[in-house]
């Protein structure tokens, strides 16, 4: 099976701009998770998804959104974009809620 | 909140030592906890899981334990190679097979491997 897949890897924005990131799981998953990973903070939890409904959220801004499509496939996007929201952002995927979660390449988005 | 320690941040050990990193959790609901290995430019990728039910696994040199009682569990690596030179993670979740599994990750340990 193919791995989770990420687009873009590598992503250059400036402060205020909006950014999507996009996430494809392993055939057959159906639960998506998101992670911000930062030397300072580490791996975070942002959000998941399961079957298109947002079943759990960690404590991020509500800058911070995502969604899950009827393929499973999920996009999270970050409105007015903050110096500090560079970071490598990590799509995890399951076959059904909470089960092990295979992680992605990740999206290293840059900030300037 | 759950929070979880991982130590040591850094570690260093000579081709074929054992390497060993220890995690506690704060949260006794939490009842599944793996460890994952990130390799620069690399997502986290899965090395081994372990269940609230089931006290050790092991598979090959890796192995990992888990005290309930005490609240932490531990990754033990055996005849470390250089490939095993990478940053490894543990997590702890609550909600294995419920509706609650978003996991909490240590700090991370960067383990180097010296030939």
Redesign the interface.
Known sequence: KAG?TQTPRYLIKTRGQQVTLSCSPISGHRSV?W?QQTPGQ????LF?YFSETQ??K?NFPGRFSGRQFSNSRSEMNVSTLELGDSALY?CAS?GI??????????TRLLVL | GENVEQHPSTLSVQEGDSAVIKCTYSDSASNYFPWYKQELGKGPQLIIDIRSNVGEKKDQRIAVTLNKTAKHFSLHITETQPEDSAVYFCAASMGYGGSQGNLIFGKGTKLSVKP
């Open positions: 989770v998770s992670y580490g791996l975070q939890f998941e079943r759990n960690g990590l399951s809620i909470q089960e092990t979660q295979y992680f992605g390449p990740g």
